[in-house]
């Protein structure tokens, strides 16, 4: 038997997601549900994939299959393709797995032509709607199936309503839009060399096609890019017969989430229009009213959608973001799917269902991406920084967050001047597909137009980006990038703030301060907490960032840098000294000058923690880092020092690397000058016997970085552990700490079984194990990596998302060595991938100790470990 | 029972050389051969190790065991240590597990005292002998055992001859040796603060000490060092009653070998002195008899000198070094060993050895160290250019080989010069193992004393170093660092060239030529290519490269380097116009510039290789390489490409990298402009029907550098075979190829088995392994793995020989996954390593297919492959 590459809503289901794309599934499971679907038919992803085997063309097969079911659609409505009397109409509709904004939407009232638009206007008993219904389609086929620009036919449309006086688009006559309707069939002619197609069927396959096509669209393979999304999943094609939400004032279409989604709240929330279709609400051209007027204006239908909408919840288990129109006082479902939502709105509604009993805590954790709790860890305006600033105007609260920038008024100028390092807003009328590459680089989004459904709000919410729509005393001049708000002006380059959580515009930048984590976010990262094995521990270099770490959840501190120590005012002159020394004596007299300030940083590190872990990394850049390189600096610190300018440039040639990455670094240093780590952990020790007397409890952790060998490491060791008995002893004090060492060589990951022996624990650098393991430098790789993500060899960079069948299959097989000759070895990883949700998945399973972050993203990575030991066990 | 720490010599025999060193195995196995061995006993290389760990002090238990051992060798010989009556007197002898110059070697005439002086006086009824034996053995056991400046002994020695008026030590008389004995024991107690020791048990003990110390001196270390050495075998002590060679003229001492040493020819060859002591031949002051001439002198000794040399070479199956006495026309053997050789004559006596049935084809292979060999490959004097060369004079051909450079008259200024990049020739009267570190670094050396088996030769050999000795023409006055051949005067930095085969010596530089493989080196060649397993290719770049390396047995070329190519005038500026290319329409037309000398370039390679496999690298490096960086000659190139010097100024700003090793390099630069590695195929494919058409066998196989990835080079390999295709289109003809790929990231290692479904072979690129996998750069590591060498941590760099462990663990696995998913899959290395006979060993044992090294190192390759196959099967 032939492969069936067409489903009919009665025989799908919402568990067939990914034959059916998202869309399909949900209207055969509504259909199944009796709920008041439109008839129609789904083709499915598989056919859009062997559509682009088959060289972008619909094969025969196919084409049958469709039309087959085409008949089956037309005996069960009782409605004819291309009949004068009772003409049969459909839309087209793309549906992915998972919703993707970006490809083709909708084809409207297919199937229209010269001779069934009579027969609509004949059935309908309304010629104006027919032929506006007509117009519309023949636009909307031309703009979206076949890309003749949308500007052609609004010049028509615009003409036409200027000959004829007419203002609004409801007030052309039925002969004026028969008018229109003959120019468009005209434009369609010159641009495409043949008339407007007349036979539905050939219309039916041109759409189908083009629906397959967007799949590959650069809009959405950069959506896909952004969300990880399988380039291979394909999408459908969800073909519907018609209802109208035109066809008069008790006729009208409507967007409705069953729960607010910026806020959570369990309220109904959505907007409607009444005589209009389905695109008018979400382009944001008439803005829409509130869904609770229509409680109002139709009680019935208001009542049966209200109960819809809660049973859908109720059967989806989620927050549902619903389409529905409502044809002549009837009210049709044209769509559920679970609602997009920001991520404070997640976090409650997840929190909800559990209360409500809907859910169990596991689903509710797996309901909330880790990524895009992000923006609920992002600071906020300050409030008293607020009350100084200038409040230019407000609009909807479209998406929460905090956005200070320069304006820009187009998606290039934007991405152009981020590319700068500056910050940006985005200013503009409302946005559409072709802004999505401006909106991921910006701070914020502002329109003047669209509702909280429009399609700012939509994609802002889903990029958890910060986002004010809808700020109707905002007049945008996109043409000649102003913004105007009374008499007030707003030119390129000006900053504005805008506050996504309360809809408020200021003028210029209002200060921020960082959020507090309370509310239904404290009892949710509560269950996270009960749930993940792994733990979370944070990179910082400074008490702010222990304390805000600790803030976060971390299980203390996996990354201390000292370098960065080293750079601080007062203490670099002593650092430049040292490294310029040319004999051990002039050294450690320098060290002597440093030791002072490493034992306060540590002494303010270990307070700040207060009893949590504390891992040190012993200095790890080669020294020319810390050298000046300019002239001018270099005659500074000549005079500083008291020295010939001659003998800095003799350093800088003599520590001048070719390769620094794979130079004269980490422990590599303290095989040559032992005294600098002696005199870095004579600093920690007398820090912690400080502490330990003031009665701070303290846990140090020595961490040696770049290793590549036992007798290495256990020579490092030797050293620096005599000196920790040396600060003991003269102190009559001791304090129990760790010795471990980075994972950041290919070799040490080999060895690891050796290396386990002397050491306490390991960590894995996954930046400098990436570098190596791949022979990329960070530095030098971000041109060609790209490249090789364009060619498609590569999905993602490395450094980002570790890259498991390489890296991931060293890092375990290190950790089953190293636990097999030191069982009690700690393992984690301190690389930017112990941050990463996917990587943190891997890092579970292979049974890891802990991964370490950057303190913003503690809860991210809290959140990922227990997604990800949930997944184990299942 | 206690340990035993001291064997007798009837206790021991040959195959105890690790517990009681070569010298004293053989000591032992002569002694129960029943040859005229003066009886003693061996202190072990155990006792050696638990003297350093018992701090450096001989225990009591170790002193108990001597004395027990010391008064066996009393009843035995009948006499008595500090007799005055018939005295024991002894030699103590260091003996490492390897002979091993610059230890310790000998202390002569221990045991004499003020009163057992008087014992040897009247048991020889020679006072004069007695009081010279002592005044040696003061001197001696100051020098070597004590540390003493040898030069205070001196001066007293000269004052007295003065004073006396005697020019010869031999006309001292028996009361100015008495006097003499006098003024060297004061010159002991002014040094050491202490009488000069009288107990014999105390002398012992002492000179033990010193031998055992000497194992760590620093000549001893370097030499371990440069021999790849365990520094934990330990030396043995050897303690044997004396024998008198300069108990008048009918007594005697000698060194012989059982056959040449410098040209293998099978004549007994040695040297000798009547009325002397061993060290007198050793340190060339005397220049001493052939020994021949012992036949005219005592022919009867000389038959029992010859019958126990071919009996002793018969027993050990290899040519022997003897050291013999003759005491009073009695002939006593002090030493035997297999004999230090130059590489010919190890090649030659090993040929004779298996024709006179003695050894085994497989055995002769062992003989000859494959690093040896490399002397037979070097260059020698062009015998055109030396007709037109002034001879300065001639000496002793002491080992072979041709050197030309600038004279140095001291170990420490050669040195300088040599770490300057001058090619030195060390001139002295006579070398000590005070000159070992400058030796090594000398292109040869030459000196005006001393015989074939003085310390110069004789360590020369060892070294495979040029030397050429005893040219008694040469006057050498190393105070004023200048030599004088009549009335001509050579100075520091004056150039002369010396012929090891010859003795001669030139002035000025003298043009060398290439050897040829011939002779014995042929028929053991031979043999070494029927066993080995392994195909050694070799790395070559040019025609005269591929043509060597094949007349020195290559099966072929391993690696060819395009980029050498690139350098070449003419092309140079096309390459660079093809860098600064701003779009790919330029970079072609540059490329179309370049393809014209690339497909000539591999035209003559595959008509030098002349049917032999040809494995190309496409291009390589970064391209900032190719481009000048000086201001001049960017100024020049400006100008040729009649371009604004701000275009090349950009350019070099643009391919600047922090990290160019792991930069954009190899394959990466064909993902980002595949037109330069189509050019190259699409040379080589046409330079290969070009053969074809003429007949020449062709078998190009194109080596795609850098890979990390099966899809990376998947990417790559369809663009060349695309454009592969063209051209065999084009052309109507075809060629076999091979398209594979260099293992050089780690993980390209780790993911073998996916990347050997789209490769036919990999060649490890060690270099570039080591490099990714330590994390050193190879450009600047260099001074940190001294110091881990230094330190101890490592043993040697993993740059020369492989770091078995680490990237050998990389290497196998590989291997294993490569194969298993590719059984075809040609597997070899054409990194540093491949021509390193150690990491050869390794790549035998895993089953590579083939190595490739530089043209030179082919024959040592090969040896080291079939030694390698040798021990495996055993």
């Known amino acids: ?120 206007a004949n059935k309908s008993s309304n010629e104006r709607f027919a032929y506006d219904s007509y117009r519309r389609f023949i636009q909307m086929f031309s703009d979206v199936a076949m890309e003749i620009p949308k500007a052609y036919f609004d010049s028509v449309l615009d003409s036409v309503k200027e000959e004829n006086n007419r203002d609004k688009d409801t007030e052309l006559t039925a002969d004026e839009l028969k008018e229109i309707v003959e120019k468009y069939k005209k434009v369609y002619k010159r641009e495409m060399n043949e008339d407007f197609p007349q036979d539905p069927i050939t219309q039916l396959k041109l759409a189908t096609k083009a629906v397959f096509k967007s799949w590959n669209n650069q809009r959405a393979k950069i959506y896909r890019k952004l969300n990880n999304i399988d380039d ?19 006729s009208g279409t409507g967007v409705a989430f069953s729960r607010n989604p910026a806020t959570g709240d369990s309220n109904v929330f959505g907007e409607y ?9 979400v382009a944001g051209i008439r803005t829409p009213k509130e869904i609770h007027t229509l409680k109002e204006q139709m009680p019935e239908v208001y009542k049966e959608f209200e109960d819809t909408i809660k049973r859908l919840e109720s059967h989806y288990k989620d927050m549902q973001d619903l389409e529905f129109t409502i044809e002549e006082g009837k009210l049709f479902i044209l769509q559920t799917r679970n609602g997009k939502r920001t991520s404070s709105a997640a976090i409650n509604i997840a929190v909800d269902l559990v209360n409500e009993g809907l859910i169990s805590k596991e689903e509710a954790i797996m309901r909330v991406s880790p990524d895009s709790i992000s923006q609920l860890l992002h600071p906020n305006f300050d409030p008293e920084d607020i009350k100084k600033s200038t409040l230019i105007s407000k609009g909807l609260a479209a998406s929460p967050g905090a956005a200070s920038g320069k304006i820009y008024f187009t998606s290039e100028k934007a991405k152009l001047a981020a590319q700068n390092g500056e910050k940006v807003v985005i200013v503009r009328q409302e946005t559409s597909p072709e802004d999505i590459e401006g909106m991921i680089i910006a701070e914020g989004i502002l329109t003047s137009r669209g509702g909280m459904t429009s399609h700012a709000a939509v994609v802002a919410r889903g990029m958890g980006k910060c986002c004010v729509a809808g700020a109707s005393e905002v007049k945008v001049d996109e043409e000649n990038e102003v913004m105007r708000v009374d008499s007030r002006e707003y030119h390129t380059g000006d900053i504005i703030s805008i506050d996504g959580s309360t809809g408020e515009i200021f003028e210029g930048e209002v200060k ?18 009960e749930i993940k094995r792994l733990k979370i521990k ?53 060290l002597d000058k440093i030791i002072p300030f490493q034992r306060d940083d540590f002494y303010k590190m270990f307070k700040a923690l207060n009893g949590h872990s504390f891992t040190i990394r012993l200095l790890d850049p080669p020294l020319h880092e810390f050298i000046p390189h300019n002239e001018e600096d270099i005659k500074k610190l000549a005079e500083e020092l008291n020295i010939d300018k001659k003998v800095i440039h003799d350093t800088i040639i003599e520590l001048a690397e070719v390769n620094p990455m794979l130079g004269h670094r980490g ?84 060895l690891a079984g050796e290396i386990a022996k002397v050491a306490d624990f390991f960590s894995y650098g996954t930046n400098d194990l990436t570098q190596m393991t791949y022979g990329f430098s960070r530095d030098d790789s971000g041109k060609f990596i790209n490249e090789y993500i364009r060619k498609g060899i590569f999905e993602k960079s490395p450094f ?21 000759s030191n069982p009690n070895i700690q393992i984690g990883v301190c690389g930017e991938t112990g941050g990463d949700p996917q990587s943190i998945k891997f890092y579970n399973e292979i049974n890891l100790d802990y991964v370490s972050c950057s303190p913003y993203r503690v809860p991210i990575a809290r959140l990922a470990a227990a997604q990800a030991e949930i997944e184990r066990k299942k």
């Open 1 to 120: 038997m032939a492969k069936k590459y067409v489903y009919s809503f009665k025989e799908g289901n919402k568990d067939m997601r990914s034959l059916l794309g998202g869309k399909g599934a949900n209207l055969a499971e509504m259909t199944n549900l009796n709920l008041n679907v439109p008839n129609g038919f789904t083709v499915t992803t598989e056919a859009c994939n062997r559509f682009y085997e088959e060289n972008e063309e619909i094969w025969q097969d196919l084409e049958n299959e469709i039309i087959s079911h085409l008949h089956e659609l037309e005996s069960s409505t009782g409605k004819q393709f291309g009949s004068t009397e009772n003409p049969l109409l459909v839309s087209v509709r793309s549906g992915a797995v998972q919703s993707m904004p970006g490809m083709m939407d909708t084809i409207l009232n297919l199937g229209l032509n010269d001779k069934s638009v009579i027969g609509l």
């Open 232 to 250: 291979k999943l394909g999408t459908a094609v969800n073909i519907q017969s018609m209802v109208f939400g035109n066809m008069g004032e008790n």
């Open 273 to 281: 229009l009444m005589n209009a279709q389905g695109e008018d609400v």
């Open 512 to 529: 921020k301060i960082n959020p507090t984590l309370s509310g239904n976010f404290e009892i949710f990262m509560k269950w996270v907490d």
């Open 538 to 590: 944070a990179n910082a270099d400074t008490p702010q960032d222990a304390t805000q770490a600790i803030e976060f959840g971390a299980d203390g501190i996996g990354l201390c840098r000292t370098e960065h120590m080293f750079f601080k005012e007062n203490r670099i002159i002593a650092v430049r000294e040292m490294i310029i020394a040319k004999n051990i004596i002039d050294r450690k007299k320098a």
């Open 667 to 750: 422990l590599r240093l303290a095989v040559t000058y032992p005294e600098i780590y002696r005199m870095q952990v004579r600093a920690i020790m007398e820090a912690a016997i400080k502490c330990k007397k003031e009665g701070i409890s303290v846990h140090p952790e020595i961490m040696i970085p770049l290793s590549i060998d036992r007798d290495e490491l256990n020579f490092v060791k030797k050293e620096i552990m005599e000196e920790i008995n040396m600060v003991f002893e003269e102190n009559s004090e001791k304090i129990d700490y760790k010795v471990g060492t980075m994972i950041e060589t290919p070799r040490a990951t080999i």
């Open 800 to 820: 980002e998302t570790l890259d498991i069948k390489g890296i991931g299959y060293l890092i375990k097989m290190c950790t089953e060595n190293g636990r097999a």
